[in-house]
């Protein structure tokens, strides 16, 4: 599968945008589909997934509240809503795939999108 995240760009605190994972050449419905982020000079680190199966969500506890993923199966793409952003949500966010069902650590994932920056302004 073949993975194509946009939507980044410049969000105020307390502002929303969308970021769209595009998968091509397989389902998104066949993987485990996750959000990850990586600030300057941070590890990157698990934001939001879906599981393959039964599409249950998971958040990390920064942006539980704020952010909601989704999976839209006809449009085979996996969304991620943020919402009241915050300076610290200012990172490039990456969307991957896993065929395991999910998982938090990065090295679950074998597929993985080009990055989208995200800059939050206070």
């Known amino acids: 599968v073949q993975l194509q995240a946009s939507g980044g760009g410049l969000g105020q605190a307390g502002g929303s945008l969308r970021l769209s994972c595009a998968a091509s050449?397989?389902?998104?419905?066949?993987?485990?589909i996750s959000w990850f982020r990586q600030a300057p000079g941070r590890v990157r680190e698990f934001v939001a997934g879906v599981r393959r199966s039964g599409g249950n969500t998971y958040y990390a506890d920064s942006v539980k509240g704020r952010f909601t993923i989704s999976r839209d199966n006809a449009k085979n793409t996996v969304d991620l809503q943020m919402n009241n952003l915050k300076p610290e949500d200012t990172a490039v966010y990456y969307c991957a795939a896993t065929s395991a069902g999910w998982g938090t650590y990065d090295n679950q994932y074998r597929y993985w999108g080009q990055g989208t920056l995200v800059t939050v302004s206070s």
């Open positions: 050449g397989r389902t998104v419905s066949s993987y485990g």
